[in-house]
């Protein structure tokens, strides 16, 4: 099993300013997502985070609003930018390994934009 | 098209059995998972198929026909703590080592004494 951290836990922004959540990995993952979920409502992925080259998107987000790192195996980082209240909700990282059964998530940050 | 359909919100009562349904239309299958999520936390793991049948974890089942795009999670003993959504997940492998998984809206399970 991988055990996933993420921070902050929860945030409140003006609108207008940047965060960036960091997500760390205790074991190597092949794959890592960044999801949003709104309250109420079911995940859905921004990105996959690929190791040392440009996250893919997929469709309605894009790089520019939310920039994504993966340096290595075990971590990354999604900036949510330039942000509005519409950005308020929970992302979520996950990891998991190609051919195993179980994607793991870190336990969410909670931004609120004010 | 991806396509994911589970029933919103379903109600059971303690000690009984409930079923959740999924049926899913992707472009490609390579396994479906089941997740728990409580209100307020990350979603966590609670089953996976990727072969028709069932498999059975406690009082946790789950089944799987590849032929129909259908899936349930059985629930068995219901306890108080078992309200929660349920997630239905598809994965699509692209290449050697990449996939996606495609997710259903969840259904919430409330659970009444």
């Known amino acids: 099993s991988a055990v996933i951290s993420q921070k902050p836990s929860r945030d409140i922004c003006q609108r207008g300013t940047s965060l960036t959540i960091q997500c760390q990995v205790d074991?190597?993952?092949?794959?890592m997502f960044w999801y949003r979920q709104q309250p109420g409502q079911s995940l859905t992925l921004i990105a996959t985070?690929?190791?040392?080259?440009?996250?893919?998107?997929e469709s309605g987000f894009v790089i520019d609003k939310f920039p994504i790192s993966r340096p290595n195996l075990t971590f990354s980082t999604l900036t949510v930018s330039n942000m509005s209240p519409e950005d308020s909700s929970i992302y979520l990282c996950?990891?998991?390994?190609?051919?195993?059964?179980?994607?793991?998530f870190g336990e969410g940050s909670r931004l609120t934009v004010l | 098209g991806q396509n994911i359909d589970q029933p919103t919100e379903m109600t059971a009562t303690e000690g009984a059995i409930v079923q959740i349904n999924c049926t899913y239309q992707t472009s490609g299958f390579n396994g479906l998972f089941w997740y728990q999520q409580h209100a307020g936390e990350a979603p966590t793991f609670l089953s996976y198929n990727v072969l028709d049948g069932l498999e059975e974890k406690g009082r946790f089942s789950s089944f799987l026909s590849r032929s129909k795009g259908y899936s349930y999670l059985l629930l068995k003993e219901l306890q108080m703590k078992d309200s929660a959504s349920y997630l239905c997940a598809v994965r699509d492998l692209f290449g050697d080592s990449n996939y996606q998984l495609i997710w259903g809206a969840g259904t919430k399970l409330i659970i009444k004494p």
């Open positions: 996950s990891g998991g390994a190609a051919l195993s059964g179980e994607l793991f």
């Open positions: 985070a690929n190791q040392g080259s440009e996250a893919t998107y």
């Open positions: 074991s190597q993952v092949t794959m």
